[in-house]
């Protein structure tokens, strides 16, 4: 059978490339994500226009990027073109947000390294990712600390936070603008494994894929699994192979990376948050008048709020689609949940060597699980 062609999807693609050869790449993506490329020539002619106005009135560009598709908020609420248009309304046109997404100019720490050395000036990148060049940050990987997005909105709203970790970020060349809450991280296991993993035991012998963070390395290995490393890009076929069982991105992510049609189970531990950052370059940043920057901090606020209410329907979202190829979710009844903690959880001795490293004492560290634990003034769904 022949295939049609005329798909909404190919016809959105075919769009974009004519808008994008006709008005130029931010044009389009605009168009796109306001849901204007099916509309009509004049519209996206008003787009077009929009944009470079905007772009000529400003006095300052602000090239931002990240390592997702403008769509991805759907199920992954990283909030970008949100983003560009708070900072843009928010300076009253000072700044003209040109947005880079879906890895155009790389992804994790690469785009903080880019940041770091202003050759951009912005950049969304996850806390681990950030940790080599922002140490102090890798707190969030310590197992039951702020894994459940209420803790971990709690401990960077802080002030403990801001205090005892973004004067550390500072004296490394970051201003972190915004932290964006994704969900806890899981365990995901692939399609031909016996799930659902609902203790500690159940992941023994498990080769469970981790990224590069010593961390979660160690923590893997203390619940019982079998830390495999494994790059990002090599995932999928590493689970698909059977190189690796299991990995722990949050649900939102394993959509959006395609995971979908192989895996089997995915269960809610929340151990460690799977969380982002914008992060700024500063020497930029403290260059800009102070309306401007208070500007740009404000659209940071008012950007996270957002985000903070999109997380339960992209959440919901991501598990729908999960569940139309046949994933299944478990989630941990009160003493199991007990026996995770019991076994891997930031209170054992072994941490104690990561928390003098990063925090600097126990008794740093201990301010910030107090704020860890002390309700703030948001709050945000937790799965």
């Excluded at 994933?327 to 009160?334: G, I, R």
Aim: charged share 20%; hydrophobic share 40%.
């Amino acid at each position: 059978m022949k295939r049609n062609p005329e798909t909404p999807e190919s016809l959105e693609r075919r769009r974009f490339l004519e808008l994008s050869g006709k008005y130029g790449f931010t044009a389009a993506v605009v168009a796109g994500a306001t849901g204007s490329l099916l509309l009509s020539e004049e519209a996206a002619a008003a787009t077009a226009k929009e944009e470079k106005e905007r772009q000529k009135e400003a006095k300052y560009k602000m090239t931002t990027a990240t390592a997702y598709v403008l769509g991805a908020s759907r199920s992954y609420p990283i909030m970008q073109l949100d983003f560009k248009e708070n900072i843009q309304n928010m300076t009253n046109g000072q700044v003209y947000v040109k947005l880079a997404p879906g890895g155009q100019l790389g992804a994790g720490g690469a785009l903080a390294q880019k940041v770091q050395q202003g050759t951009i000036q912005a950049a969304q990148h996850s806390l681990s990712n950030f940790a080599p060049f922002a140490p102090p940050v890798d707190l969030i990987n310590l197992p039951y600390f702020c894994g459940a997005n209420q803790k971990f909105v709690n401990l960077v709203s802080s002030d403990a936070w801001r205090d005892e970790v973004h004067t550390k970020v500072e004296a490394k060349g970051f201003k972190p603008l915004w932290y964006v809450v994704i969900d806890p991280r899981v365990v995901a296991l692939r399609k031909g494994g016996d799930g659902p993993i609902k203790t500690p035991d159940d992941l023994s012998g498990i080769k469970f894929r981790v990224p590069g963070s010593k961390m979660l390395q160690q923590y893997y290995r203390t619940i019982g699994a079998n830390p495999t490393p494994v790059a990002w890009g090599e995932t999928p076929s590493a689970i698909k192979q059977g190189v690796a069982d299991a990995l722990d991105p949050a649900v939102g992510a394993l959509h959006v990376f395609g995971f979908k049609d192989i895996l089997s189970w995915v269960t809610f531990t929340r151990a460690v948050p799977d969380s982002q950052v914008y992060s700024c370059n500063l020497e930029w940043f403290n260059g800009l008048p102070v309306s401007v920057r208070e500007g740009i901090e404000f659209a940071s606020e008012v950007t996270s709020h957002q985000n903070l209410s999109k997380v339960p329907a992209a959440r919901a979202y991501a598990m729908a689609e999960m569940s139309k190829s046949g994933v299944q979710f478990y989630t941990p009844t009160a003493a199991e949940l007990e026996q995770w903690v019991k076994k891997g959880g930031h209170q054992n001795a072994e941490w104690d060597s990561y928390k003098n490293e990063l925090a600097g004492s126990i008794a740093t560290f201990d301010k910030l699980l107090e704020a860890a634990n002390t309700q703030g003034r948001y709050y945000v769904n937790d799965a």
